[in-house]
C-alpha cells in the first residue's frame, strides 16, 4: 500500500477529486493549508499599507491505495491538478505498513 499526498491550488479540489473517484478511489483526507515554495508569495494592501503574503492557500489531499493502483491515481492527479503555472503543487509518495478499519478489524488492502 502507498500513501499519496497532493498539494495542489484550491480552486482545482473538486475536479482532482471527481476524476480520482473515476478511477476508483473511494475515499480521501482534504486539509486546507498554507505554504510557499518557488511561487514565493505576493504583495497586497491593506488599508494604504503594503504588506507581503509568504504563505499562500493550498489544499492538501492524502490518498491511500494499493500498489497497482498507483501510477492511476499518480496519473490522474498530475493531469487534473495540472496548470503548468508556477505553484501548481507537488505529490509525495510513501510506503505504507498497515491500515487498519477500526469499524470491523480488517487490516491491509481490505480496510480500504
Do not use: C, W
Not at 29 to 39: A, H, K, Y
Not at 44 to 61: C, H, I, N, S, T
Not at 74 to 100: C, H, P, S, W, Y
Amino acid at each position: 500500500m502507498k500513501k499519496v499526498e497532493a498539494i495542489i491550488r484550491h480552486y482545482k479540489l473538486e475536479e482532482v477529486k471527481d476524476a480520482l473517484t473515476e478511477v476508483g478511489v473511494t475515499g480521501m483526507t482534504v486539509s486546507e493549508i498554507r505554504g510557499f515554495g518557488r511561487q514565493k508569495g505576493h504583495k497586497e494592501q491593506y488599508r494604504g499599507a503594503e504588506y507581503a503574503v509568504d504563505f499562500l492557500p493550498k489544499v492538501k489531499m492524502e490518498v491511500v491505495t494499493s500498489d497497482e493502483d498507483l501510477k492511476s491515481v499518480i496519473d490522474t492527479i498530475l493531469q487534473t491538478a495540472r496548470t503548468g503555472q508556477i505553484g501548481d503543487g507537488k505529490i509525495f509518495v510513501t510506503n505504507l505498513n498497515e491500515a487498519i478499519r477500526i469499524r470491523t478489524g480488517e487490516t491491509g488492502a481490505d480496510s480500504l
